[in-house]
């Protein structure tokens, strides 16, 4: 597992580091996100969604659990899926929404928040994020990325 550690020191520079962490991911990948709320997980998320030209808002499915974009890169079609998992409170909850069938979907990226409330249905990960705000200094977050490919 290699570990790469960044800091940013705005949303926008969150954001832009999401666009340039996206170069990497390909279908089928699954990018597991970690932190408290507030800390910049779906700004990074937004940063993945511009660089594939999503057009709609991207915003957390804190309600919702799941919302899926549709992405291009190089005039391919690439569905990417947003999931929230912060009011997920048992693992019925996701075995009835179609999360298992939703994570191994082969042919989208996936990008789950909160996702220690997963109950160990995730079985394969290609990375994880962490994000850490910095309470000394309001705007700056301590991003590490873990590749597991």
């Known amino acids: 597992m290699e570990t790469q550690t960044y800091t940013t020191k705005s949303e926008d520079e969150t954001i832009e580091l999401g666009r340039k962490f996206a170069e990497n991911l390909k279908k089928g990948d699954v990018v597991l996100f970690y932190g408290d709320i507030g800390v910049g997980k779906t700004e990074f998320i937004k940063g993945i969604c511009k660089y594939f030209n999503v057009e709609e808002i991207v915003t957390s499915p804190t309600f919702t659990i799941i919302n899926q974009y549709n992405g291009t890169k190089d005039g391919e079609n690439i569905a990417i899926y947003h999931i929230d998992l912060y009011r997920v409170k048992e693992k019925k909850e996701l075995l009835e929404i179609g999360f298992e069938e939703c994570l191994y979907s082969a042919d989208a990226i996936k990008l789950v928040e909160w ?18 705000a910095d309470f000394e ?9 873990a590749s597991e490919n």
């Not at 409330?117 to 962490?130: H, L, T």
């Not at 200094?137 to 990325?145: C, F, G, S, W």
């Open 115 to 132: 996702a220690e409330n997963s109950f160990e249905i995730v079985k394969f990960v290609n990375y994880r994020i962490s994000i850490k």
């Open 137 to 145: 200094n309001v705007n700056e977050r301590l991003i590490e990325i």
